[in-house]
C-alpha cells in the first residue's frame, strides 16, 4: 500500500470508527507501519483539512469528524460476501491490508437491510486461512510493484543463506500454494521466482524498473490466469 492509498484508507478506517476513535497503535497494526508512521499520516492528514481530531485519556486516539462522508456504492450482498470470500481465504495475499480496507467500504456503504442481509449469509459461509503468515517487508515489495521500481530484498533460499539481491518486479503469483515475486535479478542478471515468504527485508530504491520481455519469465501453465477487475 503506497501512501497516497494508506491515507485514505486511513480516513475511512477513522470515518467507519465514529466517535469511538481509534488508538494510533491500532491503526498501525491494521495498516502494517508503525505507530510513527500513523501519527505521521495524521498531521499529513490534518494539514490538508481533513477534520481529525485526538482524543485523550485511557484509550483515546483519533477521531475524524462525524461530516466525512462517503459515496453510495450499488452492491448486492451476495456480491459482498463474494468479496469477503476471496479475502478471507488468502490471508496472506499481496495487496491483503488494501483489500481489507476496500472490504470495509463497501459493507459500511450498504444500507441497512442489504447489510443485515450480508452478514447473515456471510454467516453461512466458512473458510480456512492459509497457513502462511504474511511477510513483514510485503508492503515494501507491493509498492515496488505497483510503482514499477526495483527492490533490494535480503532473501533467504532453501538451505538457509541470506543474501542482498536488487530486483527488477515483474509480478506475484500464487503456484503450490506458495507466493512468488517474480522479478530479473541484477545480481544473478537472469529471471528468478523469490518465494514471498523467504522475503525478510525489503527496500524501495529510486530507480525505475525497465520493461523486458514477459517471455523472459516463462509460460504460465494453461489453467493460470492474470487478477482482472472484469
Request: aromatic fraction near 6%.
Amino acid at each position: 500500500m503506497n501512501r497516497t492509498d494508506r491515507l485514505h484508507a486511513l480516513t475511512e478506517e477513522l470515518r467507519r470508527a465514529g466517535p469511538r476513535g481509534r488508538t494510533a497503535q491500532r491503526l498501525a497494526a491494521w495498516l502494517e507501519v508503525s505507530p510513527r508512521t500513523v501519527k505521521r499520516d495524521v498531521g499529513a492528514l490534518q494539514q490538508a483539512g481533513i477534520p481529525i481530531w485526538a482524543s485523550s485519556g485511557p484509550g483515546g486516539g483519533y477521531v475524524l469528524d462525524a461530516a466525512a462522508t462517503l459515496p453510495p456504492v450499488n452492491l448486492t450482498p451476495a456480491q459482498a460476501v463474494a468479496v469477503a470470500v476471496a479475502l478471507a481465504g488468502m490471508r496472506d495475499a499481496p495487496f491483503a491490508v488494501d483489500g481489507r480496507a476496500a472490504l470495509a467500504k463497501v459493507l459500511d456503504v450498504l444500507g441497512p437491510q442489504a447489510r443485515a442481509e450480508a452478514e447473515r449469509l456471510g454467516g453461512r459461509v466458512w473458510v480456512r486461512s492459509g497457513v502462511h503468515d504474511r511477510p513483514d517487508p510485503a508492503p515494501v515489495v507491493e509498492q515496488a510493484l505497483a510503482s514499477r521500481r526495483v527492490v533490494a530484498i535480503t532473501y533467504r533460499d532453501r538451505r538457509g543463506t541470506t543474501s542482498r539481491r536488487r530486483v527488477e518486479p515483474h509480478l506475484l503469483a500464487r503456484t503450490g500454494d506458495r507466493w512468488y515475486l517474480v522479478g530479473w535479478c541484477r545480481e544473478r542478471d537472469a529471471p528468478r521466482w523469490f518465494r514471498w515468504d523467504r522475503i525478510e527485508a525489503a527496500d524501495l530504491t529510486p530507480e525505475t524498473a525497465p520493461e523486458r520481455d514477459p517471455a523472459l519469465y516463462g509460460t504460465p501453465p494453461p489453467d493460470a490466469h492474470a487478477v482482472r477487475g472484469s
